[in-house]
């Protein structure tokens, strides 16, 4: 009845070039693993592609960003080697409407440290943690059919603080062997589009090929997609006295002349 | 007991230039104007300078910002002229522990937008409302001593969908005659450091010397000022097994070798 | 494909008795308004029955409420007419999963106050006054399809402040003619409950039979399902170590003996 | 030059008196080592007293309320002996701005779960965990001074799910050695007053003597205090247009007569 969910996964697709543990791990690539755990639960209400860092672009043109949806990212090695343009391009799509999944390291991403406005900063380890997610809000969304724990038997640690603005809603908080935790499932809002940060997923650990966390980025793809008559950017208008619907166009802060007032 | 607050008053001082009856009606400036607010209120326990867009770095060198514990950011038809890089510094200093009061059509300065990741753009209407500001969150520090509602009785109009992250806490919301609301009072933390915004306040009316907007300004320097050992970023670092306290820096994703872990 | 939402609209249906202007603006009762807005809007996805005050246990049996997956509000002249035992066992639905939509006058009943825990009063006025109501979280899915802003010609006022908990999600603020602002669109999730409350709808104002209130209130029934394997309030548990799914009961908490662990 | 905070610390005193053990490790009772780390901390900046379950009233009488500025709250094996009547009390004065704290086991008390409207259950444990509670609001004025993390070498365990609404502020995580998480440090404003849940301490450990949760507890009492002009319950009145400040008495919903307009 709806149309499918139009999503895109960006891969940074570096460690898998450069490190063939990492290609053996993931022979797909990161992508190709987040894009199949997404068609395994989500089926026929979605549609998948990926995209990567070194295709012209990063593969994010304007035309691929109007067709999606909804846009994952997993980031690494080389955050600093995302443009400025498409990092801007991105954070635009998400103020119009598109939703975000950020996963893992992409918590230092261009894209994600522009629509937080903080350093995104955190402590981290690899060292085989165990890694239990636990669920704090449990109607949400994002966290149903997802086990209470969900237990990842390794994957990398990371602990607070995390220096991210206070999401809107908690959804999980995770705890590793080493007894850190980590606000791991966090929502956020920004402009007309909806964003969601989860933490689990790195190379060195096979972490997307679990049955739990891909059901969360499932969920999570679900619940990034916005229903609204436009896809367009809250924009600043003036609106005359008990006019409520045609805003005009701002024309400069400054007074050209007396009869023109400013804002 | 306590140090006196530092407080930076920061103007862009343009319409009070360019515009005669601004000038008139702020002869100290908008920014001289807040500045007197804030010592009628705070008295000996602040100690309160001015800076302007004009003046080298815009009055905002890496000193002065040290020397801050509260700045007040008031600008409109300039924001464009505030160079990146001190709009880079204000944000650093923000995560680092500096609080910020943003006022009136600070919305759309770099420095809030940056901190904010949002367009934050809103509706507006200069045509002589009445604006009435109500208090929804009774027990905020901020909110001390304002009468509820505190009514202005002329102020330019700005309505929602005001584009902002949901506030970590809404003190006040505004009412104008024309029938637009706007959350006129919110309070964000980023980082290390407490943002709160302050809807009125313009160039067109004497809002900066209403005793209520200045007493509002008063608490919210008070209540901005973060009370930790040091002023610092946070940042990314490793953390060895039952080692919470030492963190070591952040030496590339990549590993350099076998023997040692990336993130 | 799903199963239709299982909707019970609640109707104090006093005034309707005793009021023959009220019974001539709504013929089928204020209940019997809100449930036609309901089938109106979401057809076949709901099966919507009505329930009043003068039934036998309110109409709100055990059986009623384990066959509600929301449960609509509307009371104002009887609040105190309502039984303990009801509204506890309304609380403990709620707690278990069901979702609740509490409407104007209804946050004052006994309810809505043991669900919040505040006093949930607020200032009023019956003098027709125009209601705008504008949407603040643009994303939400109650907001989807409403006008921005809404427009209600005559309804009664309600004004801050209103004493509730912050609201997890606010999605709608009203303003009056008379100036006064309301937080008129809350959410609030409670156990495995979600909650939203809504402020327009008076017995003096045809307000249910507008059609935007009609989409909010069709929108937040939607919303207030939740999709969980089974319905049960949240208990308290021990958990030994390293099993994190079983939980035993708890009995007591003076140890009975010295074999056996308190909390 | 302020007045001196007047705390009131209420303990249940039970198992104090029944199991020698807890007598031995709290001689003067919980109640008595908390009061002496809030002495210990704010020094001649607050008076402290403390009441107990077995006094009249559970030494919570009118006078006693209306001459706290800050209650803290323990309580474990005799929730239900306190009387409804006491625990209605206290709720009250919170809402008319009275702080409180409530401390572990009083998640469970009928003063928490009064105020909060949810079970407020969760999982637990007492086998010797280890608990690190972190800081993730870093900027809090609860957090100031305490370790991050606050190790505390064995306590009782409590896990997710908590059953409490979204807090307005969350202060602090905490993680046990078996691996579980809880939100143990959570603020929550109702009504004119503020609460602050702290989880560490029970009657097994000596918890109560740890520097860093005698420091929590301090900071919160400061927090928890409320400036406003009286201590008032918020109030449901009647505004005519134009009157913001006088609103009369409600004086029943159904109009007694044509000419009396009802709510």
Known sequence: MTDPIRVTVWGENRHEQLEPEVAKRYPDGMHGAVAQGI???????????TATLDEPEHGLTEEVLRGTDVLTWWGHAAHGEVSDEVAERVQRHVLEGMGLIVLHSGHWSKVFTRLMGTTCTLRWRAEHDRELVWTVDPTHPIAQGVPH?????EDEM?????DIPAPDELVFISSFSGGEVFRSGCTFKRGHGKIFYFRPGDQEYPTYFHEG????????????VT?????????????ETEDFYNGHGYRGALRADAGEASE
């Open 39 to 49: 068609e395994a639960n989500l089926g026929e209400s979605a549609v998948v592609r």
């Open 149 to 153: 724990p969900m237990i990842i038997d």
């Open 227 to 239: 229903r609204r008559p436009e896809r367009a950017l809250p924009t600043l208008l003036r609106y």
């Open 158 to 162: 990371y602990g607070e603080f995390f």
């Open 213 to 224: 966390v891909r059901k969360v980025i499932s969920n999570a793809v679900e619940w990034a």
